[in-house]
Structure formats: structure tokens, C-alpha cells
């Protein structure tokens, strides 16, 4: 597989604030990649500078093998963007932008000749009516008359009836309501099937644990994490509940298993001895496993990690050397 | 750490009752007037000094042209005498100092006032809808009516602030006309803040509002100088429909009229009470004149394309505008024509105006020479559609779409430069209409105009193009030049100060000789301009 995506080493200064630090991103052609971090940490400057709005002070930074910066119009031609904040022309209707968009970005290719001879506005006129339809958008309302939601719809609309091979979406869904983000998850899939590329920043975690065949996960300018899902959760813990038979003998100086709590049931008719709760990372499970069976188990549950849980540590993580930090100052001003 | 939980104290009942009662209609009106005087710091006390400037000058620049009591009255009784003159800046009432003071000016300053309230007022209440941001406000501890109210008290700020300057500054030429001069102006600016403050309660749109008010300006003005050009005492019906009729018949320095004020009191109060009564009857954010639904599909396929959607309207405006104007000045050239030609001292005037020899033709230049300078204005807002553009973040899906930053910006020049050709051939054209002769020479000298105003396009975008942040910088290039071809000679400013300003350096026209070098060197100035911002644009971030 190629990559549509492939960012090294990104560096982005605004005065004295460092938005990127070092940043890394490689996406697959055809994949549907989640681009995860808080606010602020970075998520909108990698893709400005991808969209060649932002130009890096170092770094390597390629989209579909053109520079951003330098073959902006061309790559354009193979790119859509929604904005996570939409703003329209007061005057223009939703309609007209959608138009709009779609000359723009398939205007060159229609007007030399190329495929889709009865396009209007660049547009599949099928593709365009049907996804207007199904976002449930007016689009004869005036830009200014148009709700968040409802200008994210028409940004929306406009990237997914253009014809491009890659598609970045800047948190697209802030504004849709759970029927239309519903909406917006089935528009992402068929396009992912129908090859294309889909960088998806957000930080609505079950969309991203919904939609994205990988993630990257940044904090502060610079990459913490990339990979799949699943590699991902290898990184991580799983909670484990399990009702004993037995003492858990040996399980607290097993490596791997975290804030044990064992609670005595007393003696109980169906011969349950003790309740054990606890963290095990994810690569140790097997033999953790091992040691709860020797135990005798009566009942397990086992709860894989959410990317909440993933995002989180990775997040608290930096909470918390904030509060180290800060400590000090922070009794005295309390 | 521990969390330890201290119950909150129960609110008494009596101050639970006293929140609850009446909706408090004015809450946080203290709050948002400091926020809106904070927000104005810079562009109010700049409108009101230039307008003071103004008005303070004037007494001293006339005292070293029209020296003797003598002089002053001939002038006062050939200005009275001719219709045209009157229909420019109203009947002469009195020839001492300060009554040519007011005659001269106030009218102007007045208007001047006008354009900064409606600025003030429609910038802290339509706008604010239109933008969202009110919402914020009102969720906030604000009452019903404290954003329009704060508005209003805003521009009553401004327009005291400016009456008590011209009262202090004029005192010498008599307290009492002084006090009348000052009163006049403020409260027409109070006058025109209150129609702004109905018109923000009829639009959607605040670009919509300002227009509209401005145009409401517009017909005060013309109503005034009909009135005028009919009758020598301000005593028309027309005079006194317009406000800015009244400020003229209050007569300071001339026997006052004080009661004229009463109707400045009772039209700020009418409007401001009808401003009130509308913005009660609406929701946050709606209009009395909704928009309409707009087209389902678009026929927009280019960037330039959109440029022209965006600015047809304002090119359209300022085109009429120009004819507009073009031909009430022509009239007037027709009607100072008529004047005694060989009467020396009215010559001076009109060649303080900023013409040469040649009573007609001195006009006529002076004319051009305006409309030059406001087309500069025309330039300027056309250039910084591109940084409006930028920074409401509408350019950046073009931009992230096959757009380059070439076409974009090429789009929106195209129709700044294009179109100060056209609103200046629209405003030559109005000009020789309104005169009825000299077509050719006339547009020649509007076109010979055309190279000064694109120099200050030509700055506008190398500003923008540096940084977004300079981009208003412009609008202070403009203000300069304006500022310093009105009321620079009259000033006595050292040339080199004069020359700052590109339109100093164009031949005088029609009536002087035609030098090409200026016309050529500031065309090459401004291409220069305009390709280093241009330049400059392609190489820096766009605002975010």
C-alpha cells in the first residue's frame, strides 16, 4: 500500500507558542485514519499545513506525492476539506457554495475535456441531490439563516459529492445531531469503500473507535501513538473482575497486574472464597490468566479498553506532570 | 488530596424574591457601555479629533484670507447671494468669524457626526446579532434592553465629548454660539444615532444597516441643499425636514435659536422610543424584513466569479453614488458659474479649494479632485474584502480547495482597480452632465485621477499582503490623504507634508496643463505595490 499521507518531523511556531513539535502522521491510501488529541495540541495546524494554508518551518510534510505548499492548486484538485468551524457568505445559498466547491475542484478537469460531460457544478447531480437529501439540508436557505450544524452539513455535502481522492475532515461532526452524525459515519464507510482516503480529526472517541482503521493520537505538537486500533489496545490494560474459589495466591506479585483488590466473601453456599479486581496489561493477560485458574474461577468478566481509557491515560498523563509541576505554586496561591 | 464539601449557604428568601421580581430590562447596560467605549478606544477619539480639527481651524485659516470685517462681509453677502453656493454649504447668517465658522463647516461636522453614530450604534447592536455574538451576551446577566441601550449611550459619549470640544474651542468667537455650534453638531450625530438604531432593528444584515442609514444621511443632505438653493434664510419647507437643516437654522453666532433644539429632542426621543418599541417586538437575531430563499443550485464556478457576487453590489453603489454626486456638483459649477466671475475674493475661496485660474474650470478640478480622493475609499474597501475575506475564515476551503492565492486575490483586485475606473468615469460623466459642457475634458481629468487612487490600492494590498494584522492600516492611507487635500491648504501645512499624498502631485484638471510623469510614475508605483503584496501574500501563513 502507498501512502496518501506522509508527515516527518514537523515543526510549526507561531511567535512563542510551538503548535508542532516533531510531528508524525502516515496514512495508507484507502484507509479511514483517526487523528486524535485535545484542544490545542496541534490536530488543525498539521492539516492547514497539509492544505498548504500554513507553510512548516522544517519537516517533511507530502499529500498524495505533491508538497503541500508548492503544488497547492494540483493537489487541491484530489483533496476536499470541511473546516471544523463553516463559515458561508451571507448572501450566497447553500446551494450555491455546494456549487461552488464543486467547480472548483473539478472545474479545470470538466472544462479540458475530461470525464463527467453532463456534471453540473462539477458535481454528480445524483450524488449531490441524494446526499442533500439524506443530511436533510435545505439548500435554498442564505448562508447567514444557516444554524452550525446546518453549515457543517453544507460543507459536508460539498466534500462528499466531489470527486477527490482524499478527504480531510477537521472535527466534522461538532455540530450534527446523533441522527445526522449517524448519517455522516455511513457517508465516511462508503466512501472508504469506494477507495478513497479519509483523515478524520475529531475527538468524539466513539466515532473515531467507530469509523478509523487506525489512529494517531498527538499531544502538545508531537505523535504519542499510531496504529491500529487493535495494536493499540495492546499497549494498554484490561480490567479484569473475577469471583475465586481459592486464595489468589501469588496473583499481587505477578508482573502486570495492577491495583489488586481482593475482597473476602466469607463463606458463601456456592463455595466462592474470594472477589478480585484488577488492571493486567494486555501483553502479561495469558499468564495472569494462568494464575486465576489455579485459584479456581468461578466467574470472569474482562473489559477491553476503550479509546476513552486509551486517550485518557495518554492525556493525564500530562495533567498530571502539569500538576507536579505547578504544585507548589498552587498551595501558596490556595 | 481531599475533597472536603462545604454545604452552600441557603440563599435567604427575601433575596431569592428579589431576583425573581421584573426582568430587570437594563441589567449589565454599565458593563456592556464600558465594553463598547473599550472596544471604539481607537476609532472613536480619532473621528472625533479629525472633526473637531475640523471645525477649530476654520476660524483662524479664514481670519488670514479674509482679514478685515470689510472682506468678511462681502464674502458673507456674495455667498448668501448665489444659489449653488447655499445648496453646498447653506445660507450665511452672520459675517463675524464664528458665523462663517458654522456656516462654512457645520453642515459637514454634522454629517461627520452622523457617520460616526450610525457607525457606533449599528457596530454595537446589528452586528452583534448578526455575528452571534450577542447570544453569548444576553445568556449572560444582561437585560432586554441593555445592548441597544448601551449603544445609544455609547454614541451619546462620542457626540458630547465632540460638542463639548467645539464648545471650549470656539468659546473665543462667542460663548453662546459656541455652546449653540457644539449642540447643533452633537445632537444631530444623536439624531442620526437613533435612526441607525431603528434601521439596526429592520435588517439582518449590519453591512445592510449601515448602507441604509448612510443613505438616510444622504437625503438629509439633499433635502437641505434644495431647501437652500430655494430660499436665503433657511426658512424652506425641504430645510426643515432635514435635521441637518435644523443644525443650520439654530444659527449659532447669528441671534441662536435655541428652541430648534426642542426638535433635535423630540426626534431623538421619537426615534429612540420607535428603536425600542421594534426591538421588543423581535427575537435576538431576527429582522422586520426577513431573507428570502436563494437559488438551489449555484452557477459560481470560479473564484473570480465570486469575487464579482460579493463586491457587484458594492461596485453598483458607489457607481451611483459617484453619478450621484458628479451631477449635484456639475449643477452646482453650473450655478457658481453665474457668480460674478471677476469678484477677486471669491476666487481666493475657490482656489483655496485647491484649483488654478479659471473661475469654472477651478471648480470643476477642485470636483474631480474630490471625487478622487473618496474613490480612494472605494479602493481601500474593495482591497480589504481580501483580509475580510481571510479572516471571518471564508478563504480557507477556497484556498484548500484548486484555488491558487493568485486567482483569489486577482479575483477581488481585478474589481478594486477595474472599478475605480468605472465609479470615476461614472462621477466625470455625472459631473459633465450636471455642467453640461466639456465631456471630454471633464472624464480625462477623472481618468488623470485614476493612477493616485490606485497607489493607495497598490498600499492597501502590500499592507494586507505583509500581514493581516496591517491591513487596516490603509484605511488611515486614505484618511491622511482625504484629510490633507480638504483642509491641508487651508491649514497652511508645509508642502512637504502635502506631497505625502499621491493626489498633490496630479495636474490640475481641466483648466492646468497636462504633465504626464506624475500620472505615469504613480501608475508604476502602484503596480510595484501591488506585486510586492502580492508576493508577499504567496510566501506567509494565512491567518487562522
Not at chain 2, 459675517?95 to 457645520?106: F, H, M, Q, V
Amino acid at each position: 500500500m502507498t501512502k496518501a499521507i506522509s508527515v516527518a518531523g514537523l515543526h510549526k511556531s507561531f511567535g512563542t507558542t510551538h503548535a508542532l513539535d516533531g510531528l508524525d502522521l502516515e496514512v495508507e491510501a484507502g484507509e479511514v485514519h483517526g487523528f486524535l488529541g485535545p484542544n490545542g495540541s496541534g490536530k488543525s495546524t498539521t492539516i492547514r499545513v497539509l492544505l498548504g494554508l500554513l507553510r512548516a518551518d522544517s519537516g517533511t510534510a507530502r499529500m498524495l506525492d505533491m508538497d503541500p505548499w508548492t503544488d497547492a492548486v494540483e493537489l487541491h484538485r484530489r483533496v476536499a476539506y470541511v473546516p471544523g468551524d463553516v463559515t458561508l457568505w451571507r448572501n450566497l445559498s447553500g446551494g450555491e457554495v455546494i456549487d461552488l466547491y464543486g467547480r472548483l475542484h473539478d472545474g479545470g478537469r470538466a472544462r479540458r475535456g475530461g470525464r463527467g460531460g453532463g456534471r453540473a457544478g462539477g458535481l454528480d447531480p445524483a450524488r449531490r441531490a441524494d446526499l442533500i437529501e439524506r443530511f436533510e439540508l435545505d439548500p435554498t436557505k442564505k448562508g447567514r439563516t444557516y444554524s452550525k450544524g446546518n453549515r457543517q452539513k453544507v460543507a459536508l455535502v460539498a466534500a462528499f459529492a466531489s470527486d477527490v481522492d482524499v478527504l480531510i475532515l477537521d472535527e466534522p461532526t461538532s455540530g450534527l445531531d446523533p441522527l445526522m452524525e449517524e448519517v455522516f459515519q455511513k457517508c465516511v464507510r462508503e466512501e472508504r469503500d469506494r477507495g478513497r482516503t479519509i483523515l478524520l480529526s475529531s475527538h468524539i472517541l466513539s466515532e473515531v473507535e467507530e469509523l478509523c482503521d487506525r489512529v494517531s493520537i498527538i499531544r502538545k505538537g508531537r505523535t504519542v501513538e499510531s496504529g491500529t486500533l487493535a495494536d493499540l489496545r495492546h499497549l494498554t490494560r484490561t480490567s479484569v473482575t473475577a469471583e475465586l474459589t481459592g486464595p489468589p495466591n501469588g496473583l499481587a506479585s505477578l508482573p502486570g497486574v495492577h491495583e489488586l483488590d481482593v475482597q473476602d466473601a466469607g463463606v458463601r453456599h456456592d463455595g466462592v472464597r474470594c472477589k478480585v479486581r484488577f488492571q493486567a496489561d494486555s501483553d502479561k493477560l495469558n499468564a495472569v490468566l494462568r494464575s486465576l485458574t489455579d485459584s479456581g474461577v468461578r466467574s470472569l468478566t474482562s473489559t477491553p479498553p476503550t479509546l476513552e481509557e486509551l486517550f485518557l491515560r495518554h492525556y493525564q498523563d500530562d495533567v498530571r506532570a502539569d500538576d507536579r509541576a505547578d504544585g507548589s505554586e498552587e498551595t501558596v496561591t490556595r | 488530596m481531599t475533597v472536603t464539601t462545604t454545604p452552600a449557604p441557603a440563599p435567604a428568601p427575601g433575596a431569592f424574591a428579589a431576583r425573581a421580581g421584573g426582568s430587570r430590562p437594563l441589567a449589565g447596560t454599565g458593563t456592556l457601555l464600558r465594553f463598547a467605549l473599550r472596544r471604539d478606544r481607537v476609532m472613536m477619539p480619532l473621528w472625533i479629533g479629525v472633526t473637531a480639527l475640523m471645525v477649530l481651524s476654520l476660524p483662524a485659516s479664514l481670519k488670514s484670507v479674509y482679514g478685515t470685517p470689510a472682506e468678511r462681509a462681502v464674502l458673507a453677502q456674495q455667498m448668501l447671494a448665489n444659489n449653488s453656493l447655499r445648496a453646498t454649504y447653506g445660507p450665511v447668517f452672520s459675517d463675524s468669524l464664528g458665523g462663517l465658522t458654522a456656516w462654512r463647516i457645520g453642515v459637514y461636522a454634522g454629517i461627520l457626526a452622523a457617520v460616526m453614530s450610525l457607525i457606533v450604534v449599528v457596530r454595537h447592536t446589528r452586528d452583534e446579532e448578526e455575528s452571534g455574538r450577542q447570544e453569548l451576551v444576553s445568556a449572560a446577566m444582561v437585560g432586554r434592553r441593555a445592548p441597544l441601550t448601551a449603544a445609544l449611550l455609547a454614541a451619546l459619549v462620542a457626540n458630547g465629548v465632540l460638542a463639548l470640544i467645539v464648545t471650549g474651542g470656539l468659546a473665543g468667537q462667542g460663548a453662546a454660539g459656541a455652546l449653540a455650534l457644539g449642540l447643533a453638531i452633537g445632537a444631530t450625530g444623536m439624531v442620526f444615532a437613533t435612526m441607525a438604531a431603528i434601521v439596526a432593528q429592520l435588517t439582518e444584515s449590519g453591512r445592510l444597516a449601515k448602507g441604509l442609514t448612510g443613505a438616510l444621511i444622504g437625503a438629509a443632505f439633499v433635502l437641505r441643499a434644495a431647501g437652500d438653493s430655494a430660499t436665503d434664510d433657511g426658512s424652506s419647507a425641504l430645510t426643515w425636514i432635514s435635521p441637518l437643516g435644523w443644525l443650520e437654522n439654530l444659527r449659532a453666532f447669528a441671534d441662536e435659536r435655541w428652541w430648534v433644539l426642542l426638535l433635535f429632542a423630540a426626534a431623538v426621543a421619537a426615534q429612540g422610543a420607535a428603536a425600542y418599541v421594534l426591538a421588543g417586538r423581535r427575537d435576538v437575531g431576527m429582522s422586520f424584513l426577513p431573507t428570502r430563499p436563494g437559488p438551489a443550485t449555484g452557477r459560481l464556478g470560479t473564484a473570480g466569479a465570486l469575487a464579482w457576487r460579493l463586491q457587484r453590489g458594492a461596485v453598483l453603489g458607489w457607481s451611483l453614488g459617484f453619478l450621484a454626486a458628479g451631477a449635484a456638483f456639475g449643477g452646482i459649477t453650473k450655478g457658481a458659474a453665474d457668480l460674478v466671475g471677476s469678484n477677486a475674493k471669491t476666487r481666493e475661496i475657490i482656489e483655496r479649494m485647491g484649483g488654478q485660474a479659471g473661475l469654472t474650470d477651478a471648480f470643476l478640478a477642485a470636483m474631480v479632485n474630490m471625487l478622487g480622493m473618496v474613490a480612494a475609499l472605494y479602493v481601500v474597501s474593495s482591497v480589504l474584502r481580501l483580509h475580510g475575506e481571510e479572516t471571518s475564515q471564508r478563504a480557507e476551503p477556497l484556498l484548500a480547495a484548486a484555488v491558487g492565492r493568485l486567482r483569489w486575490a486577482g479575483g477581488h483586485l481585478v474589481l478594486a482597480f477595474g472599478g475605480t475606473v468605472v465609479v470615476m468615469l461614472l462621477g466625470g460623466l455625472g459631473l459633465a452632465l450636471g455642467y453640461g459642457a466639456e465631456y471630454g475634458a471633464i472624464l480625462g481629468a477623472c481618468l488623470v485621477q485614476v493612477p493616485a487612487v490606485w497607489t493607495l490600492g497598490g498600499l492597501a494590498v502590500l499592507l494586507y499582503g505583509l500581514s493581516p494584522r496591517l491591513a487596516p492600516g490603509a484605511w488611515a492611507a486614505a484618511g491622511l490623504a482625504l484629510l490633507l487635500g480638504w483642509i491641508g491648504p487651508a491649514l497652511k501645512i508645509p508642502q512637504a507634508v502635502l506631497d505625502l499624498s499621491p493626489f498633490g502631485h496630479l495636474p490640475r484638471l481641466p483648466g492646468g496643463t497636462m504633465t504626464w510623469t506624475p500620472v505615469l510614475v504613480l501608475t508604476a508605483i502602484a503596480a510595484a505595490l501591488t506585486a510586492a503584496g502580492l508576493a508577499c501574500l504567496r510566501r506567509r501563513d494565512l491567518a487562522t
